[in-house]
């Protein structure tokens, strides 16, 4: 049953990717009060999964777990009242919902199953596997106005699953722009599943939370746009400010997070504890979007193949010399050629294991022939005339297609947005009509810096929490302090330079520093740290996930009254 328009809207998560924890739909709407269950599905690299599984089958495309899913919880949502917007449609929402009706009659329900449509622009991008616009929120919020109990999307941002059942619920035009954004922020919190209640957090050691099954989110939505991000009594995992933050900071950017609704201000937001697993954010403002929409195109870059080789004992380098030689002249005329050497090996080890250090072998070309077969051949004859102790983690393969990820950018109107509700009518979606191009604003003022004391070389880590990830190429590196004394000594600190020197890796490539005073934090973006995305496989780390935890352990010098 929908709640009074004065009352909060519950919107809840059960999903942050595509193969996240099957039982969070039922968990979700047997753990307490919920007025609408979302599920993100869709990720950069599952929209190349989906493509490669539409060239299979042509019905295919869209996330088949959330079918399944359905099977066993959609009489448990049409008996509570929860309606359900899920982005599990990927590149095929209209059959997904015909895949819906379908569940629904089998089990004798009356369900509207709504779907949104417009995001697949692949037949004007020749070459690419999927092309699609990321949508805004205004086509669920039509599907939900018309009273659908599920709506399933294509390619909408993340946030879009949140700020659609809020306009439709509190009855939110485009140009409310505080609001929105005020969604768009309880969207992006929300949208990564558990990791608003403790999941991949920094000071996971801290508090004696039980994080072995983390519950997942939902927040409390309110006419004014704030929220509060909380969990359902009971459940495992924690929230608090800075769990909150964590996942604020992930993938994202400047200070100016845009999207095709609202351009939501990141350095208006405003947290606050608001009782046991209860956040507040508050304060957020918004702004026109961006005139232009993000287009995710995937194609196939090639094929790829990797051996691993394990050095073991002495003589560590002399063996990676050795075997690097030896495939040299099969590897000469191939295109893209990567060694790694992790030294993971110890001095004077007891296990076999600690004293082995790992040779990583990364090969990419657009003929399979040539990182297959000729690799493969080359690196077997090696078993018994290459350095002493040759072994491989595994053989390898005939060579497996990799994808490229890339974004381009379209006018609003040239997307075709459009509900398509139960009954076949079809309700067009205005492209926004206010916008305002994207600039950084200026740098805000920094807190003053700390006194001068005394300095102890540690663990950056022990001061500052962190959480990374990726933009296609890029990624971001989200660092925040908790105390407003760590603050000021973070802001002064941590600058450009010095990341540089403590991520070496950082070194050569262009980083940009944006500063958020609000949460007491720093937003780094690397760009072309991750090579053409994640499904490339550039980088031992694809999708930097454990980039902000290499830099939390970096040594340097720290005040001690901070430690």
Not at 333 to 349: G, M, N
Not at 514 to 520: E, F, K, S, T, V
């Amino acid at each position: 049953m929908t709640p009074p328009a004065d009352a909060p809207l519950r919107v809840g998560n059960a999903s942050g990717f595509y193969g996240d924890r099957f039982d969070a739909v039922r968990e979700m709407l047997t753990g307490g009060e919920l007025d609408v269950l979302t599920g993100d599905y869709l990720a950069e690299l599952t929209m190349l999964i989906l493509g490669r599984d539409r060239l299979k089958d042509p019905g295919g495309g869209y996330a088949r777990t959330f079918l399944r899913q359905l099977e066993e919880s959609l009489g448990l949502a049409h008996e509570r009242g929860v309606r359900i917007v899920a982005n599990a449609g990927g590149l095929a929402p209209a059959g997904l919902a015909s895949r819906i009706r379908e569940l629904a009659d089998r089990l004798g329900l009356e369900t509207k199953v709504a779907h949104v449509e417009g995001d697949d622009l692949t037949p004007r991008h020749p070459g690419s596997l999927a092309a699609h616009a990321y949508l805004g929120g205004f086509g669920i919020a039509a599907c939900l106005r018309e009273g659908a109990d599920v709506v399933v999307t294509g390619r909408v941002t993340d946030a879009a699953l949140v700020t659609g059942p809020a306009a439709a619920h509190f009855g939110w035009g485009p140009g409310e722009y505080d609001r929105l954004a005020g969604a768009v922020v309880a969207g992006h919190v929300l949208e990564c599943g558990t990791q608003a209640t403790g999941g991949n957090y920094a000071f996971f050691t801290e508090g004696g939370h039980d994080l072995r099954r983390p519950g997942f989110p939902l927040a409390e939505l309110h006419e004014d746009g704030t929220a509060v991000i909380t969990k359902h009594p009971g459940t495992g995992g924690f929230v608090d400010v800075g769990t909150v933050t964590a996942q604020l900071l992930y993938e994202t950017q400047g200070a100016r997070y845009a999207g095709p609704d609202v351009t939501a201000r990141l350095d208006t937001v405003e947290l606050t504890q608001d009782g046991p697993d209860r956040v507040r954010i508050s304060g957020v403002r918004g702004e026109a979007p961006p005139p232009t929409l993000k287009v995710g195109l995937n194609r196939l870059g090639g094929f790829r193949n990797e051996v691993v080789f394990v050095l073991t004992g002495l003589d560590i380098e002399a063996k990676a010399a050795l075997v690097r030689e030896q495939l040299e002249p099969v590897l000469a005329k191939t295109a893209d050629v990567r060694w790694d050497l992790s030294r993971t090996d110890r001095p004077d080890a007891d296990t076999e294991e600690t004293a082995s250090a790992l040779l990583r072998l990364v090969v990419r070309d657009p003929d399979q022939e040539v990182v297959g077969r000729a690799l493969s051949g080359a690196a077997v004859e090696l078993a018994l005339a290459s350095y002493p102790g040759f072994h491989v983690l595994a053989p390898p393969g005939k060579g497996s297609p990799y994808g490229v990820f890339e974004d381009v950018y379209v006018p609003h109107g040239a997307v075709d947005h459009v509900a398509v509700l139960h009954d076949g009518r079809r309700i067009p979606v205005a492209p926004a009509q206010d916008t305002a191009v994207l600039a950084y604003p200026p740098p805000p003022p920094l807190p003053a810096p700390l006194p001068p004391g005394p300095t102890r070389r540690a663990s950056l880590g022990l001061v500052v929490g962190a959480r990374s990830g990726d933009k296609g190429g890029n990624a971001n590196i989200g660092v925040w302090a908790r105390t407003d004394e760590a603050w000021r000594w973070l802001a002064h600190t941590l600058t450009v330079d010095r990341l540089r020197e403590l991520l070496p890796e950082t070194a050569e490539l262009n980083v940009t520093r944006h500063d958020l005073p609000n949460l007491r934090a720093l937003n780094f973006v690397v760009e072309g740290i991750l090579g053409e995305g994640v499904a490339a496989q550039h980088r031992f780390d694809p999708q930097a996930k454990a980039l902000g935890e290499w830099l939390r352990s970096r040594h340097l010098e720290i005040p001690e009254a901070l430690l």
